[in-house]
């Protein structure tokens, strides 16, 4: 997740749509998400309102800017993971014209590995690094690619002795690294 | 006469009985084939299937839980499915100093019943208020005996018995059916509270069992000793999994479970009270406990004195000894062990810091023996938590009072997936620092709390034709059918007046499309409005959704809204402060997002929220950073490996933590992550969709077939977490 001081933040389950489930039929199902919208502009008098009032708000809002965006078509073959489907939708929604500034999202896999570090850290990176090719090479399809910089980081280091169990504990440096591509 | 359908019974001769010494009958044995996912060992998940052997031939629909089968019958006098609470004490203690001192009718009785249990239904809040505050809070923090479930016992889809130990998110399903059917609903949140503070996920763990039984342990030590519970939970099986307790050897000491202890169970990270020392030392005194693996997983868990580290180990300065107990009760020892703990626990119940006077009594009312339950009733029965302004509720509880007041039981397994996507699936906790309770609501998250409304609401909708329902309801008796159908949550008056305005719109809506009148070929019988003005609407009407009213009453639809405003919805009682950009810690950072897209709206160029100006005004051509973050701390050394470096090798003896490829960058690094991608001086890439040289894009690969049709379904939605949603890896030889 990421947190801002001020600027809103949409975050979505899935790139497939985001839709919210009604029990009544068209005429009213129309009033009644207005009625949630209104829920969301209402004055609230503690920090806990305030954060139903604003999520409320935000995800009538969402709901309607993404009601456009619909199913997808990707340029070029992605593989078959989870994660790259994921990019695969985020190029389709830049392409669509959403007011993106900042995205992020989750590497496939976790990479704590504290244990047997060698066989998940490279197929995890495999995963990882095969969708953001991917991705990059849709960019470049569509006309995208001088938009976007793809950014790939961690929140902390490991230590550079291994422990007992085939992997590394904690240490202090990290890395990040922009992916710079070649015109 | 009948011809007998059986012989007569004849005499037994006990000489001659066969005697099966020597010749003894083979048992007929029944088998249950299962299945399960287990981690494969390499970061990935495959499906185990295993047999169950019964020796006696199972009921149909025999239970395969863990204990005993639970007993499905109702206790007398519950209200809509929900039980009563305990009876409490003929005689409560009198009110302690530095209580609440105000008035304790319904609203703190509902209150109490909301944060330290599941809502109030039927009687329930009447019924503490009559006990007075102590009583009350007494009657949660000390039943009697152990919790009764009362309705019927959960099921999935079909009707089946949950198989809590086996079958996937049934574990879930297993806990969430405690919270609607228990009489003790503290002891359930309390265990939630457990959960969260030594949190422990099923992903690193073999069994779902080991995480029930965890549950169980803190169900039973809840309102005990800290020091044992922590104790207890150091050598939990699943704990000892997920952090790697059962692979710290003296030998080389993983030092991942005597971080935690410190930073997250009892101490706190950046207060000064240990140092990265301490962690080491921490680690040696931990050693010894292992395990052993099969098919099963890991089973067999114990203390090795052979594994044990047994020299001399200074912690926090004092030197001995130490083992795990010790280790436990240096930490519960340590100055700062008894403001962390009061603090911690205070936060789960009260939105505001706990400080000034009432910090000092909670500390020192713990330190005098690490007791929890004395903590805990002053917590309940402190003025701040009757005072304090709402608390966003987690979704599982929020999920859990929405069922006990519907009086519905657990009977799909919809629940755990779409907890699952409001943030919070129960034995999956995001990381070991738990759930962020700060942090219940997103547009993700809210549109999750909005559909499992829906989805409760699923098969409880008004008869539109039925005798009961008045043709000529109002606006008003709608929305107070619609609020009774959920016991009459208390209701802000700016919720009430919106309800009521959308029944007025809803009205005028439905009042219109009568008056268009049915479609040609509907029932004649039906009453045809005469004010159809415009000729020749009928056949302009071809589509059904311009039939009148399709079986939908105003009643129905408030409820969905009212839900929103009152207690089903927004989770209106809980709420906390916002989340900053500032002054988030690492795991404040990390503790949100299910791991799924998530974009940032807006930024300096743009008005201060394109996002809720719409898209139409966003600017259309700015620059997009898409950030993409390892979870976890990756380790920089293998991405970018100094191969060659002599240094690396001595620190990485083992060659398989070793990347053996020599660089191709100069330098003598090897960029596990750049190869990918191709190398430098590869030809320009401006080709149009074909394959490159240095691409190594992998042909989609087909689904593994052995997923089963619950998480093909899912996958096909997009619904399965990452692991899951990958086809299965081929077995690798070790």
Partial sequence: MIATAEKPVAAIDSVDGYD???????????????????????????????????????????????????????????????????????????????????????????????????????????????????????????????????????????????????????????????????? | MAIPRHSPVKAVDEKRKPKHRGHRKRRRVWKDKHFRWVPDGHGDWRVQGYIYTHHHKPKKGHFRGPGKKPTAQALPGTVAGAPAPTPAPAVSDPLPPGAYQGPFGRPQAVRLLERAGFGAVGGQAEALVSLGLVGAVQSLTRPSGTAVLSGPAPTDDDGNPIAPADAWGHDHLWWLDRMVRTNQPLVERMALIFHDWFATSLANVSRQQQMIDQSNLFRSQCFGSFLDLFRAATIDPAMLQWLNGNENYKWAPNENYAREMMELFSLGADRGAYSEDDIREQARALTGWRNDWGDVGAYNFRFDPNWHDTGTKTVFGHSGNWGWEDACRLCVEHPLHPSFFAAKLWSYFVPQPLSGGRQDELTSLYATGWQIRPVLESILMSPEFYESPPMVKPPVVQLAGTLRTLGRHIDTEAWYWLCEEAGQRLFMPPNVSGWDDNRWLDTSRMRARWNIVTYALEGISVDVWGDDYSTTETAEEALARALASWGNPALREEHRAELLDLARRSESLIVANWQKGPLPGDAPERPRTADRRQPGRDSAMSSPKHTCCDGFTRSQLLRSAAAEAGKGLPAIEPGMPDPAGTGLSRRKFLSRSAGLALAVYGASKIPLSAFETGIAQAAQNDKIVVSVFFDGGIDALSVLAPVGDPKYSQLRPKPRLRARRRADLQGGHAPAVASRGGRAGDPPRRGQGQRLPGDRLRPPRPVALHLPPLLRDRRAAGRLPDRLARPLPRRRRR
Avoid at chain 1, 23 to 51: C, H, I, N, W, Y
Avoid at chain 1, 127 to 145: K, M, N, P, S, V
Avoid at chain 1, 148 to 175: K, M, Q, Y
């Fill in chain 1, 20 to 183: 919210l489930w009604s029990r009544v039929g068209d005429p009213v199902e129309g009033e009644m998400f207005r009625s949630f919208a209104k829920f969301g502009t209402l004055p609230s008098d503690s920090p806990g309102m305030a954060q139903v009032r604003r999520a409320t708000y935000q995800t009538d809002k969402l709901r309607q800017d993404l009601a456009g965006v619909g199913d997808f078509t990707s340029p070029v073959p992605y593989p078959d993971t989870y994660f790259a489907h994921k990019l695969a939708g985020l190029a389709a929604y830049i392409n669509f014209g959403l007011p993106l500034r900042v995205v992020t999202i989750r590497a496939a896999g976790g990479y704590d590995t504290h244990a047997d570090q060698a066989a998940d850290l490279q197929s995890n990176l495999r995963d990882t690094c095969d969708g953001i090719l991917a991705f990059q090479r849709d960019l470049e399809q569509r006309g995208l690619a001088d938009r976007v910089l793809i950014e790939l980081w961690s929140e902390f280091g490991r230590r550079p002795e291994e422990n007992g169990s085939l992997g590394t504990d904690h240490g202090a440096a990290g890395c990040a690294r922009p992916v710079l591509v070649k015109p």
